[in-house]
């Protein structure tokens, strides 16, 4: 019975949903957090010891294969390979640091929101690890809802409408890619839910262009690709703050992995037919986000528009399949989960002592807390890709990528680093620099433990963007894989 | 790898910890310790460079690539991070880390009024700098070039808005930062087609390759890289950012917007110069830009009245004089030119730092005047910078100045011509603004003029020092007519840097003398009459009108850029904003949004009509699922 365990995919699925389950049952907040805290962290611990097993000959301890509906063909399939370890690791790193930074007495009823954060993390697991269509569709749903839970009872006040908005927006998606699920088992010959099944199938260029837009309407949803994107500001901007940080840091790169696991290799013809016509709307969507950012007066809507801009150009690599584009966006996953969480953690803590969001109502925190400040300046340039910061490697080889696709397409996506420069660096003044405001008369600095949670964050940022080998090692054999349209295994 | 080289990763390195023991101890340190470690490290860094300059100057050097470790090697692309030594480089290396340890000595005692946190902090970004600015001329590929070359933007934009209290500070910290990343979007194409044309970045193997590649490939490189360049070293069109740095403490405006971060696209020119001189096209683009933005600068500067912002504009217009060098490809004598102007534009930004420092921050010259007396020492390093400047002989600027107008008069008349009216302009705006500050009498308040003094001697030993550099700086570069093989410079570059190719039969040494004089005969006129106008104890200021308030207005630029750029763009962000996101794109999907809510409540067969219940079901279901998986597996 306890068979299950003995593997690393499993133990990443069962340690967050044993402590979100055991998180309904606790009482006091306190014990929820560390709760929350201690269950983060194994799987944190389980994710890194994996990284000592990547050797083939290990291969018993990074996948499952259950029997799960033997009816219905699927078989409960889960993988750890490069890729999948690299998002792992992402979520792992993740969930205990907006653990540790999660305000006590914010949240009533906080051990049901932490038991719901927890089981959010279960879904995301599971869908980078899943490899049978059915399970990564249900891990899909399991992902999302929590989130719908989370924003629907502890957001903002305009929040009942946001994450209406958000969820007819992901259902939709969910829809269609339920659709394009079922439609691709029937074709199997086995009658086979494995992705591996789908690979073999055998399709006509209709279908593979239709199934190819089932599958692609779910993940640009997710990601957003313009113009399927105004959940997204509206979702950041209501979510509770520590919801919005798994939103943005891991979530959005569901829809990024499900094209690079699931789109690309399984309609390669289709990819080839479509990719001018959307990497060029994904550009524009790019630049379209950027400008919006310029003025807007509201740090979670900048940031929004901001996190838009930049994970368009991720969804523009990945429609170029040039070999340089997939390294870079893989670890460009990585690295923006990262430091948009670390942008969001300064933003919270600017929003939790004044209550303001509003940037014109900000000014002259530097003054104040000069350590949050250096933290934030930290995080703005990492934004915008200075190099020797994690995001410079991987934005210098998505542009690589699309200049090797197109050269003008490239100069076109190439203003969005100017774009960017102009409303991080605005962002910056207006809320840092200058003499403090009303607003932020009684702001101090931060605290020991949110000092770790930025210092950790930015180690992250220079290790990456000075030192990436070891990332490169990691993902080097999937992403190869990826590019020649291989599925795993 | 020689005893020497393997030291070389020391000299960047060295200001990197100065930079991580101030910045991780600014609230701990005295400020005498912080100035010393930022000071310290810089001098060891000098030291190293110096020693590395021996022995890249014997006979039979060659140069060195020293690779450190992979810093990308993924997806097909491989860039290492490896040093190349050489003698441009090592060029570079001493005058940043010379200009840059003498900038720190005197950075202790002007800073010394800022509290302690912020006085480590400003040694810290001071010592990030030379570290970025290091990188940018150590590296052995366009990448690391790059990687410093943004990382000086970091720093720039750092100490630009150093004050972070005042607005205007911030507001021009982030337009230096924003018009130099148009540049880097043009140095990043620029890189990208280098790595579909050569598949390397790698200066060895790009070079090797260039004669090869066809010449419509070679522009487009060269022109990219070019267009970096004008950001960083402010030309036209990117140049309007320089004057508005100013806003930086003066030795920052002394080290970076003048004698070193400036002069990053000269270097990356002269560095390219295998792939300019294969491109026609480009060159005469380089020189035409650079004659422009020399006329077009020089102009604003004689009507400047803020002592830095003369200073400013002088620096762009001397950045365009190197360009123009450059385009005719005469290299040696643009990369003369930044050595030289290294020299005397430090030594004048010192010195307006000292008359600033003496005024208690007064930069209006309107309001100064006489100070010679009061400020011997800063009075005479001005003065010579001013001579060195102006082109007279035997000061350094003379050299290397002559040898750019020599080159041009190689190429074309034109070209000739219109320099030596820039030239003349820099003589006369740059005595103007000499005679006005030290000459006449005193025009500010009497408070100030009881305050008067003569600044410490940290700050008036860097003076010296770059005095004597301004003086003899330029007789490394001693032109053939006065004696035989004397150009040590060029034949120290000569690796390297190609020596300049005469397209017409050389000149008599008679006729060149004679065009020399007459030069400096125009150049001493010059410097007369701004004495007959400004000299005087009794000069009036009178409102420009006409042609002198465009040139005192700056051409109105700034406001042409605000109009056609800035405001278009932020109209076109609020139209998004307000219009385009709510109304159309989220009324659209609102829309859809509704006509599914409609057709659930028609079809109604399993639900309750309540999404909330709905996922309910689901988790639990999902659950369940995955618990019947754990619990009762067969």
């Given at each position: 019975m306890f068979a299950a365990f003995d593997n690393f995919p499993a133990l990443l699925i069962w340690l967050p949903l044993a402590g979100g389950l055991i998180s309904f049952f606790l009482k006091s907040e306190k014990a929820s957090k560390l709760n929350a805290l201690f269950f983060s962290l194994l799987t944190l611990a389980v994710i890194s010891t994996s990284l000592l097993y990547t050797d083939p000959k290990h291969y018993l301890l990074n996948q499952v294969s259950y029997v799960w509906l033997p009816n219905l063909g699927s078989s409960f399939g889960l993988i750890l390979d490069g890729l999948t370890r690299l998002l792992c690791l992402l979520t792992a790193i993740v969930f205990p640091l907006v653990f540790l930074m999660m305000p006590d007495g914010k949240y009533p009823n906080a051990n049901r929101f932490y038991g719901l954060m927890l089981l959010t993390q279960c879904g995301l697991l599971g869908v980078f690890m899943a490899t049978d269509a059915l399970a990564f569709y249900l891990f899909w749903e399991l992902a999302l809802i929590p989130v719908y839970f989370l924003s629907s009872i502890w957001g903002g006040e305009k929040r009942i409408r946001a994450t209406f908005k958000f969820f007819i927006y992901t259902f939709l998606g969910s829809l269609f890619l339920l659709i394009g699920i079922l439609y691709m088992y029937l074709k199997t010959s086995t009658g086979s839910f494995g992705l591996v099944a789908f690979y073999n199938a055998q399709f006509t260029l209709t279908e593979q262009y239709t199934l190819f837009f089932l599958f692609f309407i779910a993940f640009a949803i997710k990601i957003p690709v313009f113009p399927l994107h105004t959940w997204q500001p509206e979702a950041y901007e209501q979510a509770p703050t520590p919801v919005t940080m798994i939103l943005s840091g891991?979530?959005?790169k569901m829809g990024l992995f499900g094209m690079l696991r699931w789109l690309l290799p399984l309609f390669p013809k289709a990819v080839d037919h479509f990719s001018l016509p959307i990497i060029v709307v994904i550009v524009f969507g790019v630049l379209y986000a950027s400008v919006l950012a310029l003025k807007q007066d509201n740090i979670k809507r900048l940031i929004a528009y901001s996190s838009i801009a930049h994970i368009g150009l991720m969804a523009a690599a990945a429609f170029t399949v040039k070999e340089v584009a997939m390294h870079g966006l893989t670890l460009q996953l990585f690295n923006h989960g990262i430091n948009i969480v670390a942008f969001w953690m300064a933003a919270d803590l600017i929003e939790r002592q004044t209550g303001v969001t509003k940037i014109s109502d900000l000014g002259g925190i530097a003054r104040k807390a000069p350590q949050l400040a250096i933290f934030f300046v930290i995080a703005a340039f990492a934004n915008i890709a200075l190099p020797l910061t994690n995001a410079f490697i991987g934005e210098f080889m998505i542009f690589n990528g699309l200049y090797q696709y197109n050269p003008w397409i490239a100069a076109c996506a190439g203003l969005s680093i100017i774009l960017a420069a102009a409303y991080t660096l605005s962002l910056v003044k207006n809320t840092f620099f200058g003499e403090p405001v009303a607003a932020v008369a009684n702001f101090s600095d931060i605290k020991p433990k949110e000092s770790f949670v930025f210092v950790a964050l930015t180690v992250l940022i220079f290790f990456v963007g000075i030192y990436p080998a070891p990332f490169f090692k990691l993902i080097y054999e999937t992403v190869g894989l990826i590019v020649n349209r291989y599925v795993i295994i | 790898m020689n005893d020497m080289t393997q030291y070389v990763f020391l000299i960047p390195l060295l200001p990197l910890i100065g930079f991580l023991i101030n910045g991780l101890f600014r609230n701990y340190l005295t400020k005498s310790i912080s100035g010393w470690v930022g000071t310290g490290f810089m001098l060891c860094s000098f030291v190293l460079s110096v020693m590395l300059f021996q022995h890249v100057n014997q006979p039979g050097f060659q140069p060195e690539v020293i690779f450190y470790f992979d810093f990308i090697r993924a997806g097909g692309l491989y860039i290492p991070f490896s040093f190349l030594v050489d003698q441009l480089s090592v060029l570079f290396l001493l005058i940043i880390t010379g200009i840059g340890t003498l900038i720190h000595l005197y950075s202790t005692a002007y800073m010394h009024e800022e509290a302690k946190d912020h006085f480590a902090r400003y040694f810290a970004y001071l010592n990030l700098f030379v570290f970025s600015m290091l990188l940018l001329v150590l590296g052995a590929n366009y990448v690391i070039m790059f990687i410093g070359w943004e990382g000086v933007g970091l720093c720039s934009y750092l100490l630009i808005g150093f004050w972070f209290g005042n607005p205007e500070y911030n507001k021009a910290a982030k337009k230096a930062f924003v018009m130099n990343r148009i540049g880097d979007l043009g140095f990043l194409l620029a890189i990208f087609w280098m790595i579909t044309q050569?598949?390397?970045?790698?200066y060895l193997d790009v070079f090797s390759k260039a004669p090869a590649a066809p010449v419509a490939v070679l522009t487009g490189i060269t022109l990219l890289l070019f267009v970096g360049a004008m950001g960083k070293s402010a030309q036209i069109p990117l140049y309007t950012w320089l004057p508005d740095a100013m806003a930086g403490p003066t030795p920052v405006s002394a080290l970076i917007h003048a004698a070193t971060m400036v002069t990053a696209g000269i270097y990356m020119i002269a560095r390219s110069n295998i792939l300019y001189s294969l491109a026609p096209v480009t060159e005469n683009t380089v020189a035409v830009i650079g004659l422009a933005t020399a006329l077009l600068a020089a102009t604003i500067a004689l009507k400047q009245n803020d002592i830095k912002k003369v200073l400013a504009y002088s620096t762009v217009s001397q950045l365009g004089l190197m360009f123009l060098a450059l385009g005719v490809g005469a290299y040696t004598a643009g990369v003369f030119h930044v050595m030289t102007h290294a020299f005397f534009k430090a030594l004048l930004f010192l010195a307006a730092g000292s008359v600033i420092h003496a005024m208690h921050h007064e930069q209006d010259i309107t309001k100064m005047g006489g100070l010679r007396k009061k400020l011997p020492l800063t009075h005479l390093s001005f003065l010579i910078g001013c001579l060195a400047i102006a082109g007279i002989p035997p000061f350094s600027g003379f050299f290397s100045k002559d040898e750019i107008l020599a080159a041009a008069h190689d190429r074309s008349p034109i070209l000739y011509g219109l320099s030596i009216v820039a030239s003349l302009m820099t003589a006369f705006y740059m005595f103007r603004l000499y005679f006005l500050t030290f000459s006449g009498a005193f025009r500010g308040t009497e408070k100030q003029h009881s305050h008067l003094h003569e600044s410490p001697a940290a700050m008036t030993i860097p003076l010296m020092l770059l005095a004597a550099l301004s003086i003899a700086g330029g007789w490394i570069g001693i032109p053939e007519v006065f004696a035989h093989d004397a150009h040590w410079l060029a034949s120290f570059l000569e690796p390297v840097v190609p020596i300049f190719k005469p397209h017409h039969q050389a000149i008599s040494h008679q006729m060149e003398l004679m065009l020399m004089g007459g030069i400096v005969v125009l150049i001493i006129g010059m410097i007369f009459w701004a004495y007959r106008l400004f000299a005087k104890s009794d000069v009036s200021f009178s409102e420009p009108d006409g042609i002198s308030k465009w040139m005192a207005d700056k051409w109105y630029v700034d406001e042409i850029y605000d109009a056609i750029i800035v405001k278009p763009l932020n109209a076109i962000s609020s139209w998004l904003s307000k219009?385009?996101?709510?109304?159309?794109i989220d009324g659209a999907v609102n829309g859809v949004g509704k006509f599914v809510l409609f057709g659930g409540r028609q079809i109604r067969l399993l639900q309750s009509g309540q999404v909330g219940s709905y996922i309910l079901v689901m988790v639990i279901s999902i659950l369940a699922f995955l618990l019947y998986q754990l619990f009762w597996k067969p």
């Open positions: 891991v979530m959005v | 050569f598949d390397s970045v790698r219009i385009m996101e709510a109304r159309w």
